[in-house]
């Protein structure tokens, strides 16, 4: 896989990614849902933090806005180091597999730092009305935006047994995170390297081992011997 059909993949998930996320925030309010089917909805949150909405202020003694400024500004780094790796494995022309596992995470990372960086400064907020696109009042600043998530898998919902110690009543729910289109790519490129790790480092494109020395590298240094 070449650096253009990386390139292409990388914008194919970016666009379906923001449309999907703009759409969302210019035609739900904040906690609205509609039921797809009885395991799927639509289901509209915005998270300030890091994954699963964890704030850095609730595990540090910072403020809620230094945190969030801080984790915009590692999220930033982050992408510069996924980058750095993605074109290295393109250079060394490294499997498909791997190929294909970094740039889906290069793409759902910088989908959502966007969100992060420019979502503050053009959007308004979406409490108890539809947000406005270029608003000439923002919800933030840049590098305070919220990531826009919208995927909802309720999967399971149902009640624990009443015999059930401790959880006995109480209502049971799988799967409960929200997410959107950027997430999906981080966690698909992230599982095909668990999954198919021997064959995303095991050769390169070329069916050759990544470590392997060029063919006749062996014979020229006997010839020198």
Known sequence: MNL?????????????DQ??????????VLGESVEVFNWFKILFIENEGAAWGAKLSDILPISESSGKLFLTIFRLFAIVGIGYWLN??????????LIIAVSLIFAGALG??????????????????????????PYGGIFYGKVVDMLYFPL?????PEWVPYFGGSN???FEPVFNIADTSISTGV???????????????????????????????????
């Open 19 to 28: 449309i999907s996320k703009i759409y969302i925030k210019t035609n739900f």
């Open 191 to 225: 599982g095909i390297l668990l999954v198919f790790n021997k064959r995303a480092f095991g050769h390169t494109g070329d069916g050759e081992p990544i470590d392997q020395k060029p063919q006749g590298h062996s014979e020229e240094s006997s010839e020198k011997l």
């Open 4 to 16: 253009r059909k990386s390139l292409l993949l990388i914008v194919a998930i970016l666009v379906i």
């Open 88 to 97: 290295d494995v393109i250079r060394k022309k490294a499997t498909n597999t």
């Open 112 to 137: 959502n730092i966007i969100d992060s960086i420019f979502y503050g400064v053009i959007f308004d907020d979406s409490n108890n009305h539809v947000a406005t696109l270029f608003s000439d009042e």
């Open 172 to 174: 049971f729910r799988f």
């Open 156 to 160: 399971v919902d149902t009640t624990w």
